[in-house]
T-cell receptor
Framework: ETGVTQTPRHLVMGMTNKKSLKCEQHLGHNAMYWYKQSAKKPLELMFVYNFKEQTENNSVPSRFSPECPNSSHLFLHLHTLQPEDSALYLC????????????????FGPGTRLLVL | KQEVTQIPAALSVPEGENLVLNCSFT??????LQWFRQDPGKGLTSLLLIQSSQREQTSGRLNASLDKSSGRSTLYIAASQPGDSATYLC????????????FGQGTRLTINP
């Protein structure tokens, strides 16, 4: 266990559904991340939060809406997704950029396997 | 735009062999380079992190080297074991954005008993 948990582990949704992915970290970190891992493509960074503030949006479509209510929790709200959005969504955490030794590695959760029909 | 390439895409070797996984990146202005392993149904586990000023890092049977000027890194696994079977990912971060990791597509490694 890395100290980062994600729920649900698997999700099937239709294109008109609204669902949310949840991530929680128990490592005392202040930075959290969402990544997308599609078949046959490299892992892609989606969003970065430092001290609950979004500091990076990697040109992600607005049908993906992140929320970070506190440093331990991160959500990804999904609405009107497309079949090509089917992928493994990974959450990660680390020390924040304003903290000492912020170059330390990111710790990843197990991911949510999403299928959009 | 930084691009990371990993060769080979898949590798199968008998147990006990020493092996090398390769990673190359197009922009040498990196902050650090990391090697991760990913097991099926699980997230990523960090193996080694090499700062841009370093040339190598070692952890147990793993040794990672970095040649920043040529844009290359290697992960050496000694005396491979079936438990080493996994996908190995290389990722680099830029000086301007140390939190923005750019990943390669990975090498799927199978160690045969």
């Amino acid at each position: 266990e890395t100290g980062v948990t994600q729920t649900p582990r698997h999700l099937v949704m239709g294109m008109t559904n609204k669902k949310s992915l949840k991530c929680e970290q128990h490592l005392g970190h202040n930075a959290m991340y969402w990544y997308k891992q599609s078949a046959k493509k490299p892992l892609e960074l989606m969003f970065v939060y430092n001290f609950k503030e979004q500091t990076e949006n990697n040109s992600v479509p607005s049908r993906f809406s992140p929320e970070c209510p506190n440093s331990s929790h991160l959500f990804l709200h999904l609405h009107t997704l497309q079949p090509e959005d089917s992928a493994l969504y990974l959450c990660a955490s680390s020390r924040a950029i304003r903290e000492p030794r912020s170059q330390e590695t990111q710790y990843f959760g197990p991911g949510t396997r999403l299928l959009v029909l | 735009k930084q691009e990371v390439t990993q060769i080979p895409a898949a590798l199968s070797v008998p147990e006990g062999e020493n092996l090398v996984l390769n990673c190359s990146f197009t922009d040498s202005a990196i902050y650090n380079l990391q090697w991760f392993r990913q097991d099926p149904g699980k997230g990523l586990t960090s193996l080694l992190l090499i700062q841009s000023s370093q040339r190598e890092q070692t952890s147990g049977r793993l040794n990672a080297s970095l040649d920043k000027s040529s844009g290359r890194s290697t992960l050496y696994i000694a005396a491979s074991q079936p438990g080493d079977s996994a996908t190995y990912l290389c990722a680099v971060s830029a000086i301007q954005g140390a939190q923005k990791l750019v990943f390669g597509q990975g090498t799927r490694l199978t160690i045969n008993p």
